[in-house]
């Protein structure tokens, strides 16, 4: 599993930062962006432990999503790979790995986010 980039937009007349999908600024309308990339480490914002996963995570007994934040504002929700010795401000890198397989038996990928 590898080091994996994120990219976001940075609107260029009032400077928010969104997720790709949306096609106007939320804040200001403005339909012109630069796209920004994470990069290295974040931190882990806020988590939460599932422990009545979906069907299609029936392999795992609980699993831990989170909310982390990069050094230059991105922030992004995923799957942390562990749900051990989790604490709000410790640093974890994104990785692209296998996130579950899917009900046909086919595996998923995505990005997870690994504890330093
Ligand atoms: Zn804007």
Request: hydrophobic share 35%; proline share 5%.
């Amino acid at each position: 599993m590898s080091e994996t980039i994120i990219t976001w937009k940075k609107c260029k007349k009032c400077g928010k930062l969104q997720h790709p999908d949306h096609l106007r600024c939320l804040q200001c309308k403005n339909t012109e962006f630069d796209t920004i990339q994470s990069s290295g480490e974040c931190i882990l914002l806020t988590y939460t432990i599932l422990k009545a996963p979906p069907a299609e995570f029936r392999d795992k007994k609980a699993y831990a999503l989170g909310i982390v934040e990069f050094s230059n504002g991105i922030r992004a929700l995923g799957q942390i790979t562990t749900t051990e010795n989790l604490k709000v401000g410790m640093k974890l890198k994104p990785i692209f790995g296998k996130l579950t397989d899917n009900l046909d038996g086919q595996p998923v990928s995505g990005i997870l986010y690994q504890p330093i």
